[in-house]
Nanobody, 123 residues
């Protein structure tokens, strides 16, 4: 089992920045791809960004390209999401996910999920 704990959410004005963190614990000895998803109130959970174990591959949903950056520090079992130029439509609960397959995690077929952290962007 792998446990994922997100942090770094909060309230920010439009145009501001936040950095989310997700730290994994438990059976972290496998090469997991990691990703961020988000779910706004009353909507389905959507893919935001993913990164492979080696950081050699990344994938972003179109609406965050050029504004968000996903990165990871494998020594710390932590993945980050740097969010710049935030917009009110970025308001959502952000979830961290882990999977042994980069393609699967982009498709939302993740083995493990965190509890989520709220991001609220005011206009």
């Amino acid at each position: 089992q792998v446990q994922l704990v997100e942090s770094g959410g909060g309230l920010v004005q439009a145009g501001g920045s936040l950095r989310l963190s997700c730290t994994a614990s438990g059976r972290t000895n496998r090469n997991y791809a990691m990703a961020w998803f988000r779910q706004a109130l009353g909507t389905e959970r959507d893919f935001v960004a993913a990164i492979s174990w080696s950081s050699g591959s990344t994938n972003y949903t179109d609406s965050v390209k050029g504004r968000f950056t996903i990165s990871r520090d494998n020594a710390k079992n932590t993945v980050y999401l740097q969010m710049n130029s935030l917009k009110p439509e970025d308001t959502a609960v952000y979830y961290c996910a882990a999977s042994t397959s980069f393609d699967w995690i982009v498709a939302g077929l993740s083995s493990y999920w965190g509890q989520g952290t709220q991001v609220t962007v005011s206009s």
